[in-house]
């Protein structure tokens, strides 16, 4: 999850919303990620599915089945339905996502993947926290 928040903090210097992804597979980092919806001109370029891009093209197959997803923050709809698509064999978010997180509809991951939440929750909500507040300033 710390190499996640380092891309959330890259997201964050680059003015994007701070949300950073790492997918690991045997024990070994194989795609790192980072919000770019804004440099892209892309409503799709969220950390998770760049991620998995990045993860697919390194393993040469679209089913991430022994990767986990580390996430700063709770995935979207769009992201966990991605992830169920990838059959991940785990989940694991920082921060919860109580107005735009997949939970909020039920759960969208394969019945497979493993999920776990709240790795580092206090330090990916407070970057979370302090981007909005600069935007609002």
Same mark, same amino acid.
């Given at each position: *999850?710390?190499?996640?928040?380092?891309?959330? +903090?890259?997201?964050?210097?680059?003015?994007?919303?701070?949300?950073?992804?790492?997918?690991?597979? &045997? =024990?070994?980092?194989?795609?790192?990620?980072? &919000?770019?919806?804004?440099?892209? =001109?892309?409503?799709?370029?969220?950390?998770?599915?760049?991620? $998995? #891009?990045?993860?697919?093209?390194?393993?040469? &197959?679209?089913?991430?089945?022994?990767? #986990?997803?580390?996430?700063?923050?709770?995935?979207?709809? *769009?992201?966990?339905?991605?992830?169920?698509?990838?059959?991940?064999?785990?989940?694991? $978010?920082?921060?919860?996502?109580?107005?735009?997180?997949?939970?909020?509809?039920? =759960?969208?991951?394969?019945?497979? #993947?493993?999920?776990?939440?709240?790795? *580092?929750? +206090?330090?990916?909500?407070?970057? *979370?926290?302090? $981007? $909005?507040?600069?935007?609002? =300033?």
């Amino acid at each position: *999850m710390q190499q996640a928040y380092v891309q959330a +903090q890259q997201a964050f210097a680059e003015g994007e919303v701070p949300i950073g992804a790492v997918i690991v597979s &045997n =024990n070994r980092v194989i795609a790192k990620a980072y &919000n770019q919806t804004e440099k892209l =001109n892309d409503v799709t370029a969220h950390a998770e599915m760049l991620a $998995f #891009t990045a993860a697919s093209e390194y393993l040469g &197959n679209k089913y991430l089945h022994d990767c #986990t997803l580390y996430v700063t923050v709770e995935p979207c709809i *769009m992201c966990a339905g991605a992830s169920y698509w990838a059959q991940l064999k785990r989940v694991v $978010f920082g921060a919860p996502e109580p107005k735009r997180g997949y939970r909020r509809v039920g =759960n969208l991951l394969h019945p497979k #993947t493993e999920m776990v939440s709240g790795i *580092m929750a +206090q330090e990916c909500a407070g970057l *979370m926290a302090s $981007f $909005f507040a600069a935007k609002r =300033n």
